[in-house]
């Protein structure tokens, strides 16, 4: 019961943390998307409407499970050790 406890609570923590960066980043530019940035070669030239770029929670998320999958593996590979005997 304690670890289901504790579990929720850094839930609810994380995702107030993650409300306050995302007011922050509001009141700071006054958008609420981080600008995307398309390589002129990639764009058509019938490509007038703008593709908004993700939303600053979208980039917080994503960036922590890229680094949180990036550190299993350094684990993993490097830190972890062979799961076999040793005979």
Do not use: C, K
Not at 43 to 56: A, C, F, I, L, Q
């Amino acid at each position: 019961m304690i670890v289901l406890v504790g579990i929720v609570v850094s839930i609810l923590l994380i995702s107030w943390l993650i409300g306050r960066l995302n007011g922050l980043y509001v009141r700071i530019t006054g958008n609420n998307r981080v600008s995307g940035i398309r390589p002129v070669w990639l764009r058509s030239m019938r490509d007038e409407v703008r593709h908004e770029g993700p939303t600053v929670v979208e980039a917080v998320i994503v960036g922590s499970v890229v680094l949180a999958i990036f550190a299993m593996l350094l684990w993993f590979f490097l830190l972890a050790g062979s799961p076999l005997p040793d005979q």
